[in-house]
């Protein structure tokens, strides 16, 4: 079984910055795909960024391309998201996601494991 969990959310002001982190437990850890999502109440949930297993490959939602940064620490079994230049659109629920093919994929459906999440509001 895995586990994720996710840190980091909060409020901030428009153009302010935050880092969100996920822990995922399990012994493959390492090597699974990692992938952002968020959520806004009344929408689908959408892909926001996603790494492979060894953080060879990294991919990003257009909206957000240039503002934030994916990465891991394999070593910590850890996965963050830098989020800059925030904007109140970019206000949603994170949630962290594993897939177990390790590849940084951007489509929802193709992960296996979740977080619970973890707000962000940005304030304009």
């Known amino acids: 079984q895995v586990q994720l969990v996710e840190s980091g959310g909060g409020l901030v002001q428009a153009g302010g910055s935050l880092r969100l982190s996920c822990s995922a437990s399990?012994?493959?850890?390492?090597?699974?795909?990692m992938g952002w999502f968020r959520h806004v109440p009344g929408k689908d949930r959408e892909f926001v960024a996603a790494?492979?297993?060894?953080?060879?490959?990294?991919y990003y939602a257009d909206s957000v391309k240039g503002r934030f940064a994916i990465s891991r620490v394999n070593a910590r079994n850890t996965v963050s998201l830098q989020m800059n230049s925030l904007k109140a659109e970019d206000t949603a629920v994170y949630y962290c996601?594993?897939?177990?093919?390790?590849?940084?994929?951007?489509?929802?459906?193709?992960?296996?494991?979740w977080g619970r999440g973890t707000q962000v509001t940005v304030s304009s």
């Open positions: 996601a594993a897939n177990l093919d390790g590849v940084a994929d951007t489509r929802l459906n193709e992960y296996d494991y």
């Open positions: 399990g012994r493959a850890a390492i090597s699974y795909g």
């Open positions: 790494i492979s297993w060894n953080g060879g490959n990294a």
